[in-house]
């Protein structure tokens, strides 16, 4: 900064190339869903031009069967997989937060892996895991199949959450009459509960709109909607697909906004309402 | 111990609480060693010593958050060092408050008369009466991060208080309050333990919180009790070399007595002379260490007469600290080789007069009865 209040020409001349910069990145990554979302209301059976404004498509999808069976399964499968992985992912946090025990280390370490292997490695071994165990694919097995790689996601949310507790609050609840079981649930658990939420969230769009893992696990007749994406893509894009992919987008960050409010929002955040007294 | 300091052990009928034989280990080191210790129903006693003496241990282990590794805690007689927490009459104000963030001030003062499982409108009333106690009725609705530090406190006190419990204990509770605020939550916690009659026990390492506040206090040391008693007698009659040095300042005197029929004497040559009176249990030590305290001491011009039975130094002035209502000065005594501190009240000296300045040489004169004998280190 100059003496003047204003900055030197060079640097002018460099924020406006760095402004022009992030724009193009910004170009980049939002143009092609904002034409996915635009070509959504296009009259016309192909992509390739606009013809006018219309939500047939949005009408056609919801007399789809086959598309509205594969949402009834893919809610089926991400409802029921986030719950299980709230519970024990959300306990698991607990355990390695509050405790140390003989290979805690390691469990700490090895949370990251699922986070970190590629996709397709993690698909293939459950599908050899199911193999060699001899459980046939179902719905079961894509619900299993979530709840593994669902896990560590919640597990890092939670952990994070849990690692600005003071354990005080529990001293404090047992000091004022409350046993190991009362303390947990009036004041471990309401600390938690934002963290367990916010990964419970997203947890929950991981399965929505997974497709590898669950297009490895599935068996036959187990259409989630990206594989029934997947599967109608195949014969050309209609703007009917891209309905359904709005329907999904909205769903998605609908969940993620709410998963980083939920993040975000913590009370450690100090808000003092009026200046205090004394 | 030495004659007239208190034993550790209070031999109280009725104690609220009463240690015996308390030791903590943590592996291999020991943080409270062997403590017995007897509070009386209703008293403001309190733990004080340096950080890691184990005052916090002890609280610790009567709350319930510690278990001690040998010794029994009796809790209005019943021994209470291994049940849990909850299953305790023992309420705990904490350091840094640990009120429930997700509660209101309202709710966090409920909170242990709710898992007692009282009708509601008795929680209601006693929770209003415990917030009016602490002039808080009109932040009942507020959540403990829009309250300032003064009054979380309140709140964590109101929460102990509110559910009765025959001890309540504090840990260094004013710790994060600016000196001001602290000052005023002493007199309102000490207003308040007059009022509601509870055993209170206090830790902390702060001196003059513990003088100002309590009944009673054990000096605490390297995890053992130096000595219990009034904060008086703490300070006319030190038990130890620690608990002198630790309650205000001291100075050491040390030597080799010389004992006649009517009084014990240690001779330092040109005049000077520490006289001690007949210790009362009958012993004659050899060699003594003895405390006197800084206001005990007179300064006079080197050329005065001195009365005979007054003990008496030689000293130079080094610095001077004029503090208003007194001075403070230090002297180095050459036949000690020691730097005494002498504290004069500065009734006598009006505008036109002199403070003593530094390289002046002084006579240190005082009564033989403000002479503490300590207990020798071997003993």
């Given at each position: ?278 | ?30 943080a409270v ?12 006693f309190s733990l004080l010593g340096p950080s890691g003496c184990g005052k916090t241990t002890t609280l610790r ?32 104000v904490f350091q840094n ?72 204990l504090l840990d260094e509770p004013l710790g994060a309050l600016?000196l001001?605020?602290r000052?005023?939550m002493q007199?309102?916690l ?11 026990i206090y830790v902390t390492h702060d001196q003059e919180e513990a003088l100002t506040m309590s009944?009673?206090i054990a000096v605490m040391n390297m995890g053992t009790v130096e000595q219990?008693?009034?904060p008086?007698?703490l ?7 620690f608990v002198?040095s630790f309650i205000g ?131």
């Open positions: 900064m100059s003496v003047f209040g204003r900055k030197p020409r060079d640097q002018r001349v460099k924020a406006k190339g760095l402004r022009a910069y992030v724009a193009l990145v910004y170009v980049f990554l939002f143009a092609p869903i904002f034409v996915l979302v635009l070509f959504s209301f296009n009259d016309s059976k192909r992509n390739a031009t606009w013809q006018g404004f219309t939500l047939k498509w949005y009408g056609e999808l919801f007399h789809d069967q086959p598309v509205l069976d594969a949402l009834w399964l893919t809610m089926k499968v991400a409802l029921t997989s986030t719950l299980i992985a709230a519970v024990f992912g959300s306990l698991a946090a607990y355990a390695l937060t509050r405790y140390k025990f003989r290979g805690s280390s390691v469990y700490n370490g090895s949370i990251y892996v699922p986070l970190v292997i590629p996709e397709i490695v993690f698909a293939v071994a459950l599908l050899s895991g199911f193999n060699v165990a001899g459980i046939g694919l179902s719905m079961k097995t894509v619900i299993i199949s979530h709840v593994a790689f669902m896990l560590s996601f919640v597990i890092v949310v939670v952990k994070a959450r849990m690692a600005g507790f003071d354990t005080r609050l529990e001293e404090a609840a047992m000091d004022l009459g409350a046993n190991e079981l009362q303390t947990f649930y009036y004041v471990t658990l309401p600390f938690m509960f934002p963290g367990i939420l916010a990964g419970a969230l997203l947890a929950f769009i991981l399965s929505f709109d997974d497709f590898v893992i669950t297009f490895f696990n599935s068996g036959v007749g187990n259409t989630t909607l990206p594989l029934k994406v997947y599967s109608m893509v195949k014969f050309g894009v209609t703007p009917e697909i891209n309905a359904i992919s709005v329907f999904m987008l909205l769903i998605s960050l609908v969940l993620l906004l709410a998963s980083y409010k939920l993040q975000g929002g913590a009370p450690s955040v100090v808000t003092v309402k009026e200046p205090a007294k004394e | 111990m030495n004659d007239g300091t208190p034993s550790t052990i209070e031999q109280c009928e009725d104690c609220a609480i009463r240690l015996e034989g308390v030791t903590k280990r943590f592996g291999d080191f020991t060693e062997k403590m017995d210790l007897g509070i009386r129903r209703g008293e403001f282990m009567i709350a319930g958050f510690e278990e001690p590794s040998e010794g029994a805690i009796l809790l209005d007689g019943v021994d209470v060092a291994r049940l849990p927490p909850y299953r305790r009459n023992v309420n705990t408050y640990a009120l429930f963030p997700h509660l209101n001030v309202e709710k966090n003062v409920a909170f242990g008369l709710k898992r007692k499982k009282l009708p509601k409108d008795e929680i209601a009333t006693r929770v209003a009466d415990a917030l009016r106690m602490v002039e808080l009725g009109d932040r009942a609705t507020y959540k403990p991060d829009q309250l300032s530090g003064g009054m979380q406190q309140r709140v964590a006190l109101a929460r102990a208080l509110v559910n009765l419990p025959s001890v309540l600016d001001k605020l000052r005023q007199l309102e000490k207003h308040i333990h007059k009022n509601v009659g509870i055993t209170f009944d009673r219990v008693g009034s008086e007698e300070y006319e009659s030190p038990g130890s070399r002198a300042t001291s100075n050491f005197i040390d030597g080799v007595v010389q004992w006649t029929a009517t009084e014990g004497s240690i001779v330092l040559g040109d005049g000077e002379r520490v006289i001690i009176e007949l210790p009362e249990d009958g012993s004659r030590p050899v060699t003594v260490e003895l405390s006197v305290r800084p206001e005990k001491i007179r300064l006079r011009e080197s050329g005065e007469e001195v009365q005979p039975g007054q003990c008496m130094l030689r000293g130079t002035v080094r610095d001077v600290v004029y503090l208003g209502m007194t001075t403070q000065y230090s002297l180095h005594i050459p036949s000690l080789d020691r730097v005494f501190s002498v504290l004069e009240q500065n009734v006598e000296i009006a505008s036109d007069q002199t403070l003593w300045v530094s390289g002046e040489e002084a006579i240190l004169t005082w009564h033989p009865s403000h002479n503490r004998m300590l207990p020798s280190s071997g003993a």
